[in-house]
Structures are given as C-alpha cells and as structure tokens.
C-alpha cells in the first residue's frame, strides 16, 4: 500500500521561499507521474506542477517563473519549492501520484500541508 | 475563475440520487482528456472518485457513477448516505492553457 507523507515549514514572510518535501513509502517510484497540488482558504484546487524520474518535468503556466520541483529518486522524495512567495500562496499543499502512464489521475494523496504567508 | 464550471453546491435527502455537473469548453471536457472525479472531505486528503470519464477504483461504492458527453461531466451519486456530505472536484486537462484544471468545485449536503 503506497503512502505519501509530507513535510516542510508552514508559516513563511512574504518574499521568502516555500519548500515542500514528500516521502514514498511502500510502492515503486520511478515509474509514476509525481504532482504538486494546493488549495487555498475557501478555495478550489490548483495544480502546481509534476515530475517524473528520467528527466520528465511540466509545471502549470501560472506559477512557472517560481516553481522548481526536484527528485531524489534514490530517497524516493520529491520536493517543491516556490520562490517568492506571496499572501496568495497561502494554501494547503498536497503532494499526490498519478500512474505510470499519465500525469493523472491522481491515485494517492500525501496528507496535506498548510502553508501560511504572512509578514 | 476555473475553465471547469461546477454548481457550488447540492443537497439531497438520505436514500436519494443527486447529480453534480461539470460544464467545460472544446479545450478541455470536449477533447478525447479523460475526466476525473474527486472527493473531499474537510481536513483530508482528497480521495479518487471515478478516472477516465466513468471508472471506479477498487473500493469505491458503485452508488458513485460518471458519464462524459460532449463539453459537459456528471458525477451521480445514489442512495445518499450523510458520509457523502464532501466537497466534489471534477478534474482534466486543458489543451489551450496546457495546464491540468480541476473544477471549483461542489459542496453536497445531506438533508
């Protein structure tokens, strides 16, 4: 049974740099798609981007200048990072599978992370 | 604004069938993309509902149902159980924005 279990700082200032890291447990790694997704306070979800061993990267067009997404394929984790960051980047983040064929659907979740920015 | 247009929210009464719509455009529902569904639940992690326009994954009741037609998704949810009160996300790609899109989303209450 695959689980994701997440982690990183929740409460950044304005300007500072959001970094996320999410651990694979039980379940290949390198085969799957590996998302970023959040959902701000009252809000929808908004995917951020996804990786995928082999050099596979796609990050959503909105937040592109700011995102990075790093693998460790030997650590089965990935990481999000988001510079910049904003008020409008407060949000709970998740990071989440898809399969081995395509980005989604998105099959496992990680528990989510709440992130707050504020000076 | 999400590209993927969904009824803020539905009710219904136990025992009975609601639908929740999910209206796009020809750059997204209306592509050969498959539609997902999603549940969520306050404080969780969403959960996968129905892939690929119409599927379940294991375990997953079949009082939960999708259909794709056109430019439009539904998800049908029978026999309501006061556990179906979350909050649905209809899910796909967009060609045109060459983002994944999911929908506003859609809280269910039962009566």
């Known amino acids: 049974q695959v689980q994701l279990q997440q982690w990183g700082a929740g409460l950044l200032k304005p300007s500072e740099t959001l970094s996320l890291t999410c651990a694979v447990s039980?379940?290949?790694?390198?085969?799957?798609?590996w998302s970023w997704i959040r959902q701000p306070p009252g809000k929808g979800l908004e995917w951020i981007g996804v990786?995928?061993?082999?050099?596979?990267?796609n990050y959503s067009p909105s937040l592109k200048s700011r995102v990075t997404m790093p693998l460790d394929t030997s650590k089965k984790q990935f990481s999000l990072n988001l510079n910049s960051v904003t008020a409008a980047d407060t949000a709970v983040y998740y990071c989440?599978?898809?399969?081995?064929?395509?980005?989604?659907?998105?099959?496992?979740w990680g528990q989510g992370t709440l992130v707050i920015v504020s000076s | 604004q999400s590209v993927l247009t969904q009824p803020p929210s539905v009710s219904g009464a136990p025992g009975q069938r609601v639908t929740i719509s999910c209206s796009g455009s020809?750059?997204?529902?209306?592509?050969?993309?498959?539609v997902q569904w999603y549940q969520h639940l306050p404080g969780t992690a969403p959960k996968l509902l129905i892939y690929?326009?119409?599927n379940r994954p294991s375990g997953v009741p079949d009082r939960f149902s999708g259909s794709k037609s056109g430019t439009s998704a539904s998800l049908a949810i029978t026999g309501l159980q006061t556990e179906d009160e979350a909050d649905y996300y209809c899910?796909?790609?967009?060609?045109?924005?060459?983002?994944?899109?999911f929908g506003g989303g859609t809280k269910l209450t039962v009566l």
């Open positions: 020809s750059s997204n529902i209306g592509t050969a993309y498959k």
């Open positions: 690929g326009n119409t």
């Open positions: 990786v995928k061993h082999g050099g596979y990267i």
């Open positions: 899910q796909t790609y967009d060609k045109s924005l060459s983002d994944v899109v």
């Open positions: 989440a599978r898809g399969t081995v064929n395509d980005i989604f659907p998105f099959e496992v």
């Open positions: 039980g379940d290949s790694f390198s085969g799957y798609y």
